[in-house]
Antibody, heavy 123, light 111 residues
Framework: QVQLVQSGPELKKPGASVKVSCKAS????????MNWVRQAPGQGLEWMGW????????TYAQGFTGRFVFSLDISVNTASLQISSLTTEDTAVYYC????????????????WGQGTLVTVSS | QSVLTQPPSVSGAPGQRVTISCTGS?????????VHWYRQLPGAAPKLLIF???NRPSGVPDRFSASTSGTSASLAITGLQADDEAAYYC???????????FGGGTRLTVL
């Protein structure tokens, strides 16, 4: 079945870097864009940006430029998010979310979500 | 404060009907961008509930419906069940900011 499986929780110290992976299966990886969404503890959802899985071109939302990098490894159908110079404010659950296919094909909703990766930044 | 405004919480008794509003502006909902709705159960990832204003993905029961008018959208849930307790989020694109926006989320409590 179509699914996105993300890497496990991370505990990092301030100033370190982290890489979160999102492995896709059950569909043609390059056919659907991948989005990244952040959810701080007890807070709502915040769109970080997206990556074109066909060209590899990333687009970053305001507030997610500089320290945030979206990348792909097409050979293993995996999208990744790397965050550098971590601060405690980066503590959050990070989700990858695929654009619509199937039922909602042609629309721009986020149809398939990974299970989320908790990144905790603490000294 | 989110650009898409939702009430922080709503509640209803089992079997009742509740609605959740999502108020935007002329640069997002009012600009005819699609509105989508998601449900997030406690400790789980969000799940697409409604796409493009009114459409349910397969597997979503017809107890869930939504509409959009002007700069606002609304999600309705009928026949409330205990496992409807979750956070509900609206989403739309904003042309002024150039970003996908989520509402602040509404926590539904089934009394």
């Amino acid at each position: 079945q179509v699914q996105l499986v993300q890497s496990g929780p991370e505990l990092k110290k301030p100033g370190a870097s982290v890489k979160v992976s999102c492995k896709a299966s059950g569909y043609s990886f390059r056919d659907y864009a991948m989005n990244w969404v952040r959810q701080a503890p007890g807070q709502g959802l915040e769109w970080m940006g997206w990556i074109n899985t066909d060209t590899g071109d990333p687009t970053y939302a305001q507030g997610f430029t500089g320290r945030f990098v979206f990348s792909l490894d097409i050979s293993v159908n995996t999208a990744s998010l790397q965050i550098s110079s971590l601060t405690t404010e980066d503590t959050a659950v990070y989700y990858c979310a695929r654009e619509c296919g199937g039922d909602c094909s042609g629309h721009d909703a986020f149809e398939i979500w990974g299970q989320g990766t908790l990144v905790t930044v603490s000294s | 404060q989110s650009v898409l405004t939702q009430p922080p919480s709503v509640s209803g008794a089992p079997g009742q009907r509740v609605t959740i509003s999502c108020t935007g502006s002329t640069s997002n909902i009012g600009a005819n961008y699609d509105v989508h709705w998601y449900r997030q159960l406690p400790g789980a990832a969000p799940k697409l509930l409604i796409f493009a204003h009114t459409n349910r993905p397969s597997g979503v029961p017809d107890r869930f419906s939504a509409s959009t008018s002007g700069t606002s959208a609304s999600l309705a849930i009928t026949g409330l069940q205990a496992d409807d307790e979750a956070a509900y989020y609206c989403q739309s694109f904003d042309s002024r900011l150039g970003v996908w926006l989520f509402g602040g989320g509404t926590r539904l409590t089934v009394l």
